[in-house]
């Protein structure tokens, strides 16, 4: 051993200092180089833990999306307060902490964004970068009538780089039939102009898989629908049926 460390005292000949500092290190007791060891473990350790956290606390937002007048206000309302509100068109976010309805009483960040399609862009922009989940609302009651307006939303949100990158808990509130069918029509006739792309150089990604038919399965974040009224299957006086979604929400 004591030619092992001459050895390597020689290598460090032509540097003085670093030929003092081995020294100094290797004349240490062995219970104080134990303790710098377990020190900067700990020390590593706690750092990489708060980074972890950080990045996981950065996305801590559920953010309610959908087209104007499609009862997004109202859910955030329900959401938080368990009753019926009178709302009006949002010009701006409207943002509070939500507890989820389990054992940990998750709390996250409840951000009901406008739906005006010249507001909408800013805000989702705003937003994004920060979302756990996407609640995506829809009006059952006017489906059809809109059902191109909302395709072209829902389109624009999964080929987003950022979304698509994230990968947040994607929750459509509305009913599943006819959606995915009209997405493929859509990616057909934008395809072109919805190219892969890497980060700086834009903002959208392909949808789905190339060459075959749209599928909400080839997805990269989980995709729910969930059949919830925030106005009540009896009218504005009684409960809000959004059990449903509270659920989803709570498996966050």
Same mark, same amino acid.
């Given at each position: 051993?004591?030619?092992?460390?001459?050895?390597?005292?020689?290598?460090?000949?032509?540097? /003085?200092?670093?030929?003092?500092?081995?020294? %100094?290190?290797?004349? +240490?007791?062995?219970?104080?180089?134990?303790?710098? @060891?377990?020190?900067?473990?700990?020390?590593?350790?706690?750092?990489?833990?708060? @980074?972890? &956290?950080?990045?996981?606390?950065?996305?801590?937002?559920?953010?309610?999306?959908?087209?104007?007048?499609?009862?997004?206000?109202?859910?955030?309302?329900?959401?938080?307060?368990?009753? &019926?509100?009178?709302?009006? =068109?949002? #010009?701006?976010?409207?943002?509070?902490?939500?507890?989820?309805?389990?054992?940990?009483?998750?709390?996250?960040?409840?951000?009901?964004?406008?739906?005006?399609?010249?507001?909408? /862009?800013?805000?989702? %922009?705003? &937003?994004?970068?920060? *979302?756990?989940? #996407?609640?995506?609302?829809? $009006?059952?009651?006017? &489906? +059809?009538?809109?059902?191109?307006?909302?395709?072209?939303?829902?389109?624009?949100?999964?080929?987003?780089?950022?979304?698509?990158?994230?990968?947040?808990?994607?929750?459509?509130?509305?009913?599943? +039939?006819?959606?995915? =069918?009209?997405?493929?029509?859509?990616?057909?006739?934008?395809?072109? *102009?919805? =190219?892969? +792309?890497?980060?700086?150089?834009?903002? *959208?990604?392909?949808?789905?898989?190339?060459?075959? $038919?749209?599928? @909400?399965?080839?997805?990269?974040?989980?995709?729910?629908?969930?059949?919830?009224?925030?106005?009540?299957?009896?009218?504005?006086?009684?409960?809000?049926?959004?059990?449903?979604?509270?659920?989803?929400?709570?498996?966050?």
């Amino acid at each position: 051993m004591e030619e092992k460390i001459n050895l390597d005292l020689e290598d460090f000949s032509s540097e /003085p200092f670093l030929d003092s500092l081995v020294k %100094e290190f290797i004349e +240490q007791d062995p219970a104080f180089l134990i303790g710098v @060891f377990v020190a900067l473990a700990v020390v590593i350790i706690t750092v990489g833990e708060c @980074f972890l &956290f950080s990045t996981k606390t950065k996305r801590s937002s559920v953010l309610l999306v959908g087209l104007c007048d499609s009862g997004k206000t109202l859910l955030f309302s329900r959401l938080l307060a368990g009753r &019926f509100t009178n709302t009006q =068109t949002s #010009i701006s976010e409207n943002s509070a902490n939500y507890k989820t309805k389990n054992e940990k009483g998750t709390t996250w960040t409840l951000v009901d964004l406008p739906g005006h399609e010249s507001l909408r /862009p800013q805000f989702l %922009e705003r &937003f994004k970068a920060s *979302a756990r989940a #996407i609640v995506f609302v829809v $009006d059952s009651a006017v &489906f +059809q009538k809109e059902v191109k307006d909302v395709a072209e939303l829902l389109y624009s949100l999964l080929t987003d780089s950022v979304v698509t990158r994230n990968a947040p808990t994607l929750l459509i509130a509305c009913n599943k +039939q006819g959606t995915s =069918t009209l997405l493929n029509t859509l990616r057909m006739t934008r395809s072109a *102009a919805l =190219t892969s +792309q890497d980060g700086s150089d834009g903002t *959208a990604v392909h949808l789905g898989k190339r060459g075959k $038919d749209f599928d @909400f399965s080839q997805l990269p974040m989980k995709v729910e629908f969930v059949e919830c009224s925030a106005r009540g299957s009896k009218g504005e006086d009684e409960d809000a049926d959004i059990e449903a979604l509270e659920r989803s929400l709570a498996k966050l």
